[in-house]
């Protein structure tokens, strides 16, 4: 029997926990595996208000954070790539996939999960990691039964989208949701690892608004699903699918 595992792959520490942290806490409560893959450490991203740090320290200390946010979230400690932070769509991609699909190799994941293509900011750096990780998916199939099952992007659903009025945010039609999972159980695991990035709070506005405006977009997490062409539909549920929120 195959051990459930999770693979993340995302662009900068703190992307695993605004949009996705509960999902995470709660597969490690259950016994998944997870395993965060950061391809930079953040350098570009701000020192705080007032400043916690001059520039230079910024990578390591966001490192630190990234660190803590998954020891807050009960998960493995990241694997960190050294790619520079603003300059991801520059990469070479092929080259970029290539370390993806090493790590792929080396965690064995049964499951994916990144950005979606349009990084649902648009953020470029998000867009290369989303492309990268589709590539390496698809590479990963010659690995046989050791290949991910399933590949899956964040999302927002346009019904969380308008009535938070997150216009700025590429928000999913809600009947392309896959998967909706209630992260009320690990809320305050979510809240400690978002916590945890205190060189980034200044650049949340929802960590300012009211808690049930918090709880709206923060607790309830959404994903899209990518199954690998090949995988039988009937029969298999994978690690994430066990958390649907009905």
Known sequence: MVEPSLLTVF?????????????????????????????????????????????????LV????????????????????????????????????????????????????TWPADGLSGHPDHCAVSRWTARAFDQAASL??????ALYHLAVPLSVAGTLGLTQLHAAPDEQISLAVNV?????????????????LGGSPILAAPVARQRLFLGMEHFIRAPRAGTPAAGYRDCMQELEAH
């Open 144 to 149: 046989g039964a050791d290949a991910p099952r």
């Open 184 to 200: 009320a159980a690990v809320w305050e695991r979510k809240l400690a690892a978002i916590g945890c990035h205190r060189t980034q």
């Open 11 to 59: 662009a900068h520490p703190d992307d695993e926990a605004f949009r996705c942290g509960g999902t995470l806490a709660l597969l490690a409560r259950r016994g998944v595996r997870v395993q965060i893959l950061t391809a930079t450490r953040g350098q570009a991203g701000s020192c705080g208000d007032p400043p916690l740090c001059t520039p230079a320290e910024l990578p």
């Open 62 to 113: 966001r490192e630190r954070e990234l660190r803590c946010a998954c020891a807050a979230l009960g998960i493995a400690p990241p694997i960190l790539l050294d790619y520079s932070d603003g300059a991801l769509a520059d990469v070479d991609e092929a080259a970029a996939a290539a370390q993806v699909l090493a790590v792929i190799e080396q965690v064995r994941p049964t499951v994916l999960l």
